[in-house]
């Protein structure tokens, strides 16, 4: 578990389904991510049960908690992608906690989290062209602007930032 001022991040649990299930039924919370709502909580559920990154890469996408009264804000965390090489930061909240603070919060938290305890030396996140604020999330917590990358077959962003060690 990860701990910040505000938040706890965690492994996704099978009981996250309703809140996961919830999160990407939201058309504006899945707006720029190229993925699609699941059928129901049951898929969902599904989908919680094999994800299981965290035995086999030590990362995953965590579930992010508020300390203050336990309420499931969306998730943030490290994901490896095998065909690039590259360790990738990503991050979707439900709107009602957009502009809180909560993904640059629980973003350093996970890059800190790669530096430190996984000794990664390179942390990428990818964003859609539109995604201005995704981009400023990118920029707060100290990533740089790479270029240009494609990003679910849209015109995108790549940012990085670099483990000074």
């Keep these: 578990m990860i701990v910040t001022e505000r938040l706890q991040l965690r492994e996704f649990l099978e009981s996250d389904a309703a809140d996961f299930y919830a999160l990407n039924a939201d058309p504006e919370a899945i707006r720029y991510t190229g993925d699609s709502a699941f059928e129901s909580v ?7 049960r ?10 995953g996408r ?13 998730w943030c965390g490290l994901r490896y992608i095998q065909e690039l090489g590259e360790v990738d930061l990503g991050y979707r909240f439900f709107r009602e906690h ?4 909560y993904a640059t ?3 350093k938290a996970c890059i800190a989290y790669g530096f430190q305890v996984l000794a ?12 201005i604020a995704s981009m400023r999330v990118m ?5 740089r602007l ?9 015109p995108g962003v790549l940012y990085e930032i670099w483990n000074a060690e």
């Design 105 to 107: 919060e629980s973003g």
């Design 62 to 74: 965590w579930a992010v908690i508020r300390k203050s009264d336990g309420a499931y804000l969306g």
């Design 98 to 101: 957009w502009g809180q603070g």
């Design 42 to 48: 049951a898929a969902a559920a599904a989908f919680l």
């Design 120 to 131: 990664l030396k390179r942390i990428v996140a990818r964003a859609m062209k539109d995604n």
């Design 146 to 154: 790479v270029g240009e990358a494609s990003f679910a077959a849209h």
């Design 139 to 143: 920029e707060k917590i100290g990533m």
């Design 50 to 59: 094999a994800y299981n990154p965290y035995r086999t890469e030590g990362m």
